[in-house]
């Protein structure tokens, strides 16, 4: 797919999850989608470190997932994205393969603590957006997974503080990564370690 026809189609994805969210009393049943500058800079970023082993803890509808998906199929990558919601992964599936990206992306229903769990990595990009109050555990299963030069990213920084200080404080916690807020978006955490150290 040419790159203005991608942009249609993700400006698409995003304007129905906007308009579905608008319906929904319930938060859980929203899509909450990655706001668009945030995800093209995920892209940027996974483009020119050229990342290529990345996951995706919160798949929803699959916007920021085919974002994603998009730069590592310029990496030559693969992209494995969780969700726990049988019905977003769904809407994910078809997203993606409208895309043409569905190759790139292998999607896994289930509690996202409990995957990571079997994962066996290594990854070097991983993306934190969906439960705050579980991605410490998450990241603390994740450890011996991470690739020696590995990016961290978690959203909702700046939106969620209370929510996601948990997870501040456990990447804080780990050696020779150097952190920054970011304040795009809804607040984006980058963490970074090199594999030179």
């Known amino acids: 797919m040419k790159d203005a026809d991608m942009r249609v189609l993700l400006a698409e994805v995003y304007e129905t999850g906007q308009q579905y969210d608008a319906q929904q009393q319930e938060r859980s049943k929203k899509m909450l989608n990655l706001e668009p500058e945030t995800a093209q800079f995920l892209n940027i970023l996974?483009?020119?470190?050229?990342?290529?082993?990345?996951?995706?803890?919160?798949?929803?509808?699959?916007?920021?997932t085919i974002w994603l998906a998009w730069a590592a199929a310029v990496t030559g990558g693969q992209v494995i994205s969780i969700d726990h919601d049988a019905h977003k992964q769904a809407l994910a599936d078809a997203n993606l393969r409208r895309?043409?990206?569905?190759?790139?992306?292998?999607?896994?229903?289930?509690?996202?603590?409990?995957?990571?769990?079997?994962?066996?990595g290594p990854f070097d990009c991983i993306f934190?957006?969906?439960d705050r109050y579980s991605a410490p555990a998450q990241l603390a299963l994740l450890i011996s997974k991470l690739a020696p030069d590995v990016l961290l990213l978690a959203d909702n920084v700046l939106s969620h503080p209370n929510e996601i200080a948990g997870y501040l404080n456990a990447l804080e916690a780990l050696p020779r990564f150097d952190r920054v807020i970011v304040p795009i978006g809804k607040g984006l955490s980058v963490a970074y370690r090199s594999a030179a150290g």
Do not use: H, M
């Open 46 to 64: 996974i483009r020119s470190s050229r990342r290529t082993q990345l996951l995706e803890i919160g798949t929803s509808n699959g916007y920021s």
């Open 99 to 120: 895309a043409g990206l569905r190759k790139v992306v292998d999607l896994i229903c289930g509690d996202a603590t409990e995957v990571v769990a079997g994962l066996p």
């Open 128 to 130: 934190f957006d969906a």
